[in-house]
């Protein structure tokens, strides 16, 4: 059976950069696109050339794409105006572009009270701007807004709006869902209406996750006929977000009925690629990453229970609906309080450390877990710090080096300008190989300067830290056995993309997280094969 061809359709740059706390730089934008290119997405929107100097610079400068189609968004003519006489749509005309995709309005309501004009008006703005873009020779896309709730509203005129656009050159006429709130169920028996009523008319789909069924919503549209699909990486886009490619992605690829019926321009070896596709968008947002998304998260293939973990070492199909590889993502036995002995050893595999079931060593280790759990430390999140603690009772940790002691001061006082200050300094004395340092540093607060202090020289490591970053410091007051304490968990990345977590308990805040800072720069140290004295 020859399977019909669904195209992808990616508006992270565009929809997903309207997220609150998104802000793209021209490098990043074009990092992200070359990265889309390379997973096999058929069209990227850039963004709004014209709209804000970043879109304007990333539409100027040529981008090598092999095979994705660049697309620049844009409004419909203002009314009043000749599409040739329009400066906005002017900038979307003008640049470097395959393809443009104008938004214009399909609703009555949205066009008497957001516009202010004629329904005619509209219908002639929605012609002579598709007309203009098909006359410059680029694919021209029609961007419905609001269609679902329009076509409720008065479906006659809804249809009329997709039919000028239609008339005029349009591609592809894509049916929005731009409140989000309309459910996968209307919008299939709407789409069906629609196709019934255009046949010969190609459309795609382009919904927001306000009830979150974006992505229910988005194969509903594929079962009535709809052939292009729009979608942000990890489901970034304003409130609650747009359709989640990182979701759609692999379910239109490993499952049936779509895997059958469809092909995308991703192949099954581009689809591996889609962890890390996702985890790019992350690092570029500093963001960590969503530990339980679908199929992409650190969690998706995470096996905590002594019972799921010791199944899924006998057949990962037990507790995994599709192999995490395919994904490009990695199974996880989780070490907890439940954890049994094969969990132990696989954790401990997993880490490079073979050791065989009947080891003395295996029963101490998983006691002294268990102990640590109690006090309340969690190596769930912190496979790092798991690491250290396991090479160290199996007397294969290098000591790299020895912290003697550490002060720190938190001072609030007024400064020259009259200005009311608080700032931390830290002292640090730690011994590397026979030689002592004494490293001073100052910081916005107590956490910040001992991190200063302690990595400001650490002799002939300091050169394994100069990529170092803290991306994420998390705190938790707990009450473990009879008393409160802090957990402090600390996630470093470096510049060769790698992250990890570690974790210190203490009574005392800046004591736990001093422990979580030396534990992750003994990780790092560790991992790039640092030599020890
Ligand atoms: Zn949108």
């Not at 393809?99 to 008497?112: M, N």
């Not at 069924?213 to 709809?226: I, K, N, P």
């Not at 070490?335 to 073979?354: E, F, K, P, W």
């Amino acid at each position: 059976m020859t399977r019909e061809r669904l195209y992808v359709f990616d508006t992270t740059l565009r929809d997903g950069a309207q997220t609150q706390g998104v802000d793209f730089s021209v490098e990043d934008k074009r990092q992200i696109a070359l990265a889309l290119d390379a997973l096999g997405i058929d069209y990227i929107e850039g963004g709004w050339p014209g709209a804000n100097p970043t879109d304007s610079a990333f539409f100027a400068e040529a981008l090598p794409l092999a095979h994705a189609r660049r697309v620049a968004f844009g409004m419909t003519k203002r009314a009043g105006r000749s599409a040739a006489n329009d400066p906005g749509l002017a900038a979307v005309l003008d640049a470097r572009a395959d393809a443009a995709c104008l938004v214009g309005k399909t609703w009555d309501f949205q066009v008497d009270v957001a516009l202010e004009i004629s329904l005619n008006e509209n219908i002639d703005g929605i012609a002579q701007s598709i007309a203009a873009v098909a006359a410059k020779g680029r694919e021209a896309l029609f961007d419905a807004e609001h269609f679902f709730d329009g076509y409720r509203a008065n479906p006659s005129y809804a249809l009329d709006c997709l039919s000028a656009a239609h008339q005029a050159g349009a591609r592809w006429l894509v049916l929005c869902d731009t409140n989000g709130g309309t459910l996968p169920e209307n919008v299939y028996r709407i789409v069906c209406e629609t196709r019934a009523a255009m046949p010969g008319a190609a459309f795609g789909i382009h919904a927001h996750n306000d009830t979150e069924q974006a992505v229910a919503v988005t194969l509903a549209a594929v079962r009535a006929g709809a052939r292009q699909i729009q979608g942000t990486l990890n489901g970034l886009g304003e409130r609650c977000g747009n359709a989640n490619l990182c979701a759609l992605i692999p379910t239109l690829l490993l499952k049936d009925p779509y895997a059958s019926q469809f092909e995308t321009g991703i192949s099954h070896v581009q689809l591996v690629r889609m962890t890390a596709t996702s985890r790019l968008l992350d690092e570029i947002l500093n963001r960590a990453p969503n530990r339980h998304a679908a199929y992409v998260g650190p969690s998706a293939f995470a096996h905590k229970g002594g019972l799921h973990s010791s199944a899924v070492q006998k057949d990962p199909r037990t507790y995994e609906h599709v192999p995490p590889e395919a994904v490009g993502n990695m199974r996880r036995i989780l070490v907890s309080d439940q954890a049994g002995r094969s969990s132990l050893l696989t954790r401990l595999a997993a880490a490079g450390i073979d050791l065989d079931a009947r080891d003395a060593r295996v029963s101490r280790l998983l006691e002294d877990v268990k102990q640590r759990e109690f006090l309340g430390y969690a190596y769930d999140g912190a496979e790092a710090s798991f690491e250290l603690l396991a090479r160290r009772a199996l007397g294969k940790l290098p000591s790299f080096f020895d912290v003697e002691s550490f002060r720190v001061i938190v001072e609030r006082r007024h400064n020259a300008a009259g200005d009311l200050v608080t700032i931390s300094e830290a002292v640090v004395k730690v011994a590397v190989d026979g030689e002592t340092f004494h490293n001073v540093a100052t910081g916005n607060g107590p956490v910040h300067a001992l991190d200063g202090a302690l990595r400001k020289d650490l002799g002939k490591y300091s050169q394994f830290l100069q990529d170092l970053r803290l991306v994420d410091y998390k705190v938790r007051i707990l009450t473990s056995g009879t008393e409160a304490v802090t957990r402090v968990m600390v996630e470093c990345a470096d510049g060769r993309g790698a992250r990890w977590s570690t974790v210190g308990v203490s009574a005392n805040i800046v004591d736990a997280s001093f422990e979580a800072l030396t534990d992750a720069i003994r990780y790092k140290l560790l991992k790039d094969g640092a030599q020890a004295p």
